[in-house]
């Protein structure tokens, strides 16, 4: 039976590797779109190296691309040209259903929207990603049931996300991105939301389960309180990268 | 259920309306084509069953002409010839108390024994020695027994030629067994009885006989046969009298399948909207890690399901509604083909199995689209509406190029006389199809005009709510389309028979030529039992009188099948009987009494290709003779076509002296009324009753058919704008919650309530009112379609197009209404709605 430590997953994940080679690496990712006809580069050529377990925030002006780079590690976009690298193989070499099941695998998102849904109670939104790796709803119950208690939500595990205040909502999405223990937790301002006090809480509850875990966690954020929290802090200006 | 249907289905539990309307949606369609099935099949099934009760082992008829078969042939046929299984049959109608038709059959219960299985039981034991030795004995259905509350030695009342009689029912036909549907409405009498009742005294109908398969003995059977007697196989004559109502119901089966097809819109509009109601959902369903396959089959099982549940439904309005149908195809059936009783329904487990399948694919195929473009969406771009709408508004053109197409494919199916019916029927659902195709870029194109007009007038409220009309194409494209199609729908059957009441008054005013008809009332379509010898004579001296015409309406053997004979003897030449088709009228009908030719209707040379000069060869009481084909007029009373020829001509070549009907033309300034009550004293020493009628009297009669027989395509056009009506509903219901954001904007920056209700009430007449445009010029080409091809390929005539403007003022004015209806709910919302809680729940 699996408990909120071990889950057991039909589809093993690959082991978090060691903190060389890192866990993840860019090599001139460029990145952009047509708009009216004329090409618009967003990601200029950004190059960087993540080792699992580090916790990095990721700051800029709005529009400098930070989401798009989000997204790139997240697989849910791809590069127009460069190489994005997790655990040694090149996630832009993947097709988009290949990617769909390396980002159900090894990536936990958490936005600033929450984003949980809508139509699930709090229990079946964070047993979810389990079920989409293939672990039936009984089994992951117990596991999801340890996380909430973790982050104080197991008596609401029945209750839809309308009934929920936005720092509750923020903590359900931080288990949901937590329970199938990703390699990788990628969090777009997560406080963003959220006021100051309750977004201290949600940030050391999530600084708590990543670390307890050994996750690594990419954080985009505008606040310099949050990114002060981060192992390192690197900075988009007009879609090249630099470390502060 | 796993976590992930969970997700989606809550979703329509949420949303219980959209939900109803959509199973709603499929349930009408389902029960649209159900409910014709099911009456179709059960005609059929009645006429089978009937056919076979009546043929049993039986495999030939011989018949003769309307003077009928002497009985001495089945005499030489049994005995000379040693034809053992041989039976004699006349048969008749009559009518009982409740107005219903009864079928009169004659048999010989010596001759019967085993041939005719569901006649053994009456053919034997006491009860068939009470047929013959007790006078005006019959036995009767047990089923229609039971429906006239009738026992067994109770007394029928029937009438039979106008005359009306009293028969003892001795037992029902199955004996003690139980009632047989099969045998619905027979009336079983010895032969001499129903002779005698019958008026046809010696005279057989037919012999049934049962034949090995072997030509030769056909041969030689056929050549002992004196003229104007056939052999012919009973299968073949079944075949051909079922075969009268194939168009018929093609027809009403093209009307229930454009309800399915108008369904099918509300469930694609159903589906797209929720699709795109849940889009955010989808998309954070993507990020976590569900595949498109694993979406797509989560949206097309949810639109089975929904197929499945209004399918279910679909089934039991489609057999309630089945049952009201049964009763009107019944009617059109007996009103222009052959008598038909049927009070047995028995829902087809096929048919309803069927009607639920078309149900679920439906549904799939309908989903098929959003489902798509859910799964393919990248979950980034399915989170903006502007894109989806932008995507939207770039297909346009495109789709404008496939509606194009479509018609053009339409058009050549439509034009092409040799593609036949089903093409045809097919030309017209591409027509409907390519021009919702076309819509979304005419709605465009109509926006853009009503904007710079209300830019022009300084309307506000107007231009505001247009450009959100135009701003969301995707859906009030397709909302719109689906009004326009069931509008157009509506406006072309609608024309279509407007057309055709004209072209029939206009008929009716040609051919009605005589003041006064004297006929026999008749109890059967096809069936006009004769008028008593002598009797035109009679009514020509009356005073008033200037000239009478006769008439003898048959059923004859031809090269072509079984077909109907009219003789005719017009005592004036200089004013056509008929519009001729090709000729000119006036030369052509001067010389009908010498010509040696038949004209034909148009609907038999539609159906047998004729063309004038052809020739054909019609059997007679003096054998097979060969006529060419004089002239071809048009003639509305059958589609299954009328032979006409002249009395003296009949008189050579029949050996019947009777008339069906005469006309009597009255000098000019006589008294109708007088003349009417002279013949009617003439009338009332006949024994026959019969009835007289002023030409007004059969011209209200006949329009008043008309109307029956249009009576169930009224009623699916009826059900085709219900369909359409729960679709604009439930888009426009879609359509406005997808902008209640923007209105709560709107509303925080100061549009009151009042106006945001205005607002989306202007939306919806709006998009009511550009259906309602759109769909005239739809549904006039719908209406030249089936004025021109479908009614000349289904029943072979041709009708005059009259188009007059109130009823398109009326469907537009229905789709402003049905529009503005169905925005009343939405508008009542929009005013309710908390601008502040619209705002947050982005």
Not at chain 2, 402 to 429: H, K, N, R
Not at chain 2, 632 to 640: A, L, N, T
Request: glycine share 10%; net charge neutral; proline share 5%.
């Amino acid at each position: 039976m699996p408990t909120s430590q071990t889950i057991e997953v039909k589809q093993p994940i690959p082991p978090v590797p060691s903190s060389t080679p890192p866990l993840l690496r860019l090599e001139g990712v460029r990145c952009g779109y047509r708009e009216a006809g004329e090409w618009r580069e967003i990601l200029r050529g950004v190059d960087l190296e993540v080792q699992a377990g580090e916790q990095l925030a990721l700051v800029g002006l709005s529009g400098s691309g930070k989401s798009t780079l989000l997204h790139l590690l997240g697989g849910l976009d791809v590069p127009s040209a460069g190489r994005i690298s997790f655990d040694g193989f090149d996630l832009a070499g993947l097709g988009e259903p290949a990617r769909t099941l390396w980002r159900r695998q090894h990536v936990g998102f958490i936005y600033q929207f929450f984003n949980l849904i809508p139509t699930l109670s709090v229990l079946e939104n964070v047993l979810l990603p389990l079920e989409l790796n293939g672990i039936d709803e009984k089994a992951g119950r117990e596991a999801g049931m340890g996380l909430l208690d973790q982050v104080e939500l197991a008596e609401r595990a029945g209750a839809y996300p309308d009934k929920l205040s936005g720092g509750e909502q923020q903590r359900v999405a931080m288990v949901r991105a937590l329970i199938h223990q990703p390699a990788l937790v990628l969090a777009d301002e997560p406080t963003g939301n959220l006021d100051f006090a309750t977004g201290e809480k949600v940030l050391d509850l999530l600084d708590s389960l990543v670390r307890a875990q050994g996750r690594t966690l990419i954080m985009v954020t505008h606040s310099p309180e949050v990114a002060r929290r981060a192992d390192r802090l690197i900075r988009l200006v007009d879609g090249r990268l630099e470390a502060v | 259920m796993a976590i992930l249907a969970r997700a989606n289905r809550r979703h329509f539990l949420r949303h219980p309306l959209q939900l109803l309307l959509a199973i709603i949606g499929v349930a009408l369609g389902v029960a649209m084509v159900v409910s014709i099935d099911l009456a179709a099949e059960s005609t059929h099934r009645a006429f089978s069953l009937s056919m076979e009760a009546l043929t049993g082992r039986y495999t030939h008829h011989i018949t003769g002409g309307p003077s009928g078969l002497p009985e001495s042939l089945f005499t030489r046929l049994r005995v000379e010839e040693g034809l053992r299984e041989t039976a004699p049959a006349i048969e008749g109608y009559v009518t009982v108390k409740d107005g219903s038709t009864l079928r009169l059959a004659g048999f010989d219960p010596f001759s019967e024994r085993n041939l005719r299985s569901r006649f053994v039981k009456a053919a034997r034991g006491d009860d068939a020695v009470r047929l013959l030795t007790e006078p005006d004995t019959v036995m009767l259905s047990a089923v229609t027994a039971q429906r006239l509350g009738i026992h067994p030695n109770d007394l029928l009342a029937i009438t039979v030629n106008g005359q009306a009689h009293q028969l003892k029912v001795v037992a029902y036909v199955e004996g003690d067994e139980a009632p047989d549907p099969a045998l619905e409405g027979l009336v079983l009498a010895d032969i001499a009885t129903a002779q005698e009742f019958l008026g046809r005294i010696g005279v057989l109908d037919r012999i049934d006989l049962i034949l090995g398969n072997n030509p030769d003995q056909d041969r030689q059977i056929r050549s002992q046969l004196p003229p104007g007697i056939e052999l012919e196989s009973v299968a073949g004559r079944n075949s051909a009298t079922q075969n009268m109502t194939a168009a018929f119901e093609l027809n009403l089966r093209a009307m229930s399948l454009l309800a399915l097809l108008v369904g099918t819109f509300l469930i694609y509009n159903t589906m797209a909207f929720s699709v795109l109601q849940r889009r955010e959902l989808l998309a954070t369903l993507r990020i976590i890690g569900a595949t498109r396959g694993q979406l797509l089959r989560e949206i097309l099982i949810e639109a089975a399901l929904l197929g499945l549940f209004g399918g279910v439904l679909g089934l039991a309005f489609g057999v309630l509604a089945a049952k009201g149908l049964l009763h009107m195809v019944t009617r059109t059936i007996n009103d222009l083909y052959f008598v038909l009783t049927v009070t047995e329904f028995m829902p087809d487990p096929l048919i309803l199995l069927r009607g639920l399948a078309l149900g679920v694919a439906a549904a799939v195929i309908a989903a098929l689209g959003p489902a798509l473009e859910a799964a393919w969406a990248s979950p980034l771009a399915s989170k903006a509406r502007s894109g989806l709408e932008n995507r939207a508004r770039r297909g346009v053109p495109w789709l404008a190029v496939g509606g194009i197409l479509s018609m053009l494919i339409a058009f050549v199916l439509l034009q092409t006389e040799s593609a036949g019916l089903v093409p045809a029927i097919a030309g017209v659902f591409l027509l409907l199809l390519g021009y919702g195709l076309l819509t979304p870029l005419m709605l465009l194109g109509f926006a853009w005009s009503t904007v710079v007009l209300a830019r022009l007038s300084n309307a506000w409220l107007l231009r505001l709510a247009v450009r959100g009309v135009a701003a969301s194409v995707s859906r009030a494209g397709l909302a719109i389309a689906a009004l326009t199609i069931a509008v157009a729908v509506s406006v072309g059957v609608g024309t279509m028979i407007e057309s055709f009441r004209g072209t029939i008054a206009e008929w009716l005013d040609q051919i009605l030529q005589a003041d006064i008809y004297i006929a026999a009332p008749s109890t059967a379509a096809r069936y006009s039992p004769p008028l008593p010898n002598g009797l035109p004579e009679q009514l020509g001296r009356i005073d008033g009188v200037d000239k009478t015409g006769t008439g003898r309406r048959i059923i004859i053997s031809t090269s072509l099948g079984e077909s109907e004979l009219l003789a005719l003897d017009p005592p004036y030449l200089n004013q056509p009987g008929f519009r001729f088709k090709q000729a000119d009228g006036k030369v052509v009908w001067s010389t009908f009494p010498t010509m040696k030719a038949v004209f034909v209707s148009e609907p038999y040379a539609q159906r047998h290709h004729l063309k004038v000069g052809d020739n054909f060869e019609l059997v007679t009481d003096s054998g097979p003779i060969t006529l060419p084909v004089a002239g071809i007029f048009f003639d509305y009373r059958s589609d299954q076509g009328l032979i006409v020829m002249h009395r003296s001509l009949y008189d050579r070549l029949w050996k019947d002296g009777a008339n069906t009907s005469v006309g009597l033309y009255l000098k000019a300034g006589a008294d109708l009324e007088k003349i009417r009550q002279a013949v009617g004293l003439i009338l009332s020493s006949q024994q026959q009753p019969l009835v007289v009628r002023s030409n007004r009297e059969i011209r209200a009669a006949s329009l008043e058919t008309f109307e029956r027989t249009f009576a169930i395509t009224q009623v699916l056009r009826l059900l085709a704008v219900g369909v359409a009506f729960v679709g604009i509903l439930s888009a426009l219901m879609a359509f406005q919650y997808e902008r209640r954001r923007e209105l709560a904007v709107l509303r925080a920056t100061g549009l009151t309530p009042a106006q945001a209700g205005w607002l989306v009430l202007v939306q919806t007449g709006f998009m009511g009112l550009t259906a309602g445009l759109l769909s005239i010029p739809l549904g006039l080409a719908v209406a030249v379609a089936l004025v021109r091809v479908i009614n000349l390929r289904s029943f072979g005539w041709t009708m005059d197009l009259a188009v007059s403007l109130p009823p398109l003022f009326a469907a537009i004015a229905l789709a402003v209404f049905a529009a503005l209806l169905a925005g009343l709910y939405p508008a009542y919302q929009v005013m309710r709605v908390e601008p502040s809680a619209a705002l947050r729940e982005e």
